[in-house]
């Protein structure tokens, strides 16, 4: 089945730093990924869109200029989050689909941010 | 904004009861999606749901999507502590379109 990549798992940064997470499909190519971001006992919400090729679509609220999305690649989506804060904190999880209409979102394992 | 309401968002029952989740919106769905995540792990699918008025059964999960494709539920027979879990819906609202989550469900089920 489609597999999803998603490094790190867990990382811990100083206030200011910036931290990239990356979201790789490893056996199909992934025409579209989304990222989302989810704290403690809640759910997931939706932070951007990124097609492979053109710039992302981030949804009302998100700061595209703090959460950097690159997707260069039919495989590979990048988030980066700039000048993090401790309120960044979080989990975040990348999803992918597939070209071709299809009802398969491929979830990553998810990556623990944690800001000190 | 699309908004898909989940309830109850938090749910303690004992082993053995019956339970159902539901997840409700103003707007239509092309398909609906449930998936039960794991502390700490991405979300896994459950079931997709396309068709209104369609039922699906995984063992003791059963999913109902409303004929007007705006509403979803799951049930849960003689829930087990191993069905402890973060359960979400999530819809998609136009063909190929972005999954949109529920609050979500979390269930314990104390033995």
């Known amino acids: 089945g489609a597999v999803v990549s998603q490094h790190p798992s867990w990382v811990i940064c100083k206030s200011g730093t910036s931290v990239k997470i990356e979201c790789r499909s490893l056996?199909?190519?992934?025409?579209?990924m989304f990222w989302y971001r989810q704290f403690p006992k809640q759910s997931l919400m939706l932070m951007a869109t990124?097609?492979?090729?053109?710039?992302?679509t981030y949804e009302q609220g998100v700061e595209k200029d703090k959460f950097l999305i690159n997707h260069a690649s039919l495989t590979l989506s990048t988030l980066t989050v700039t000048s993090a804060h401790p309120e960044d904190s979080s989990f975040y999880i990348c999803?992918?689909?597939?070209?071709?209409w299809g009802y398969g979102y491929t979830f990553g394992s998810g990556t623990r941010l944690t800001v000190v | 904004t699309q908004l898909l309401e989940q309830s109850p968002q938090f749910l303690s029952i004992q082993e053995g009861e019956n339970l159902t989740v539901y997840c409700n919106s103003s707007?239509?769905?092309?398909?609906l999606q449930w998936y039960r995540q794991e502390p700490g792990e991405g979300p896994v699918l459950l079931v997709t749901v396309v068709t209104g008025g369609e039922v699906k059964k995984l063992k003791r999960l059963t999913f109902q999507f409303g004929d007007a494709r705006k509403d979803s539920s799951l049930h849960i027979t003689a829930a087990q502590p191993g069905d402890t879990g973060l359960y979400l819906c999530a819809g998609i609202y136009n063909q190929g379109g972005k999954l949109i989550f529920g609050q979500g469900t979390e269930l314990s089920v104390k033995p």
């Open positions: 999803s992918a689909r597939g070209g071709g």
């Open positions: 056996d199909f190519q992934a025409t579209t």
């Open positions: 707007s239509v769905f092309s398909s």
């Open positions: 990124s097609n492979e090729g053109s710039k992302a």
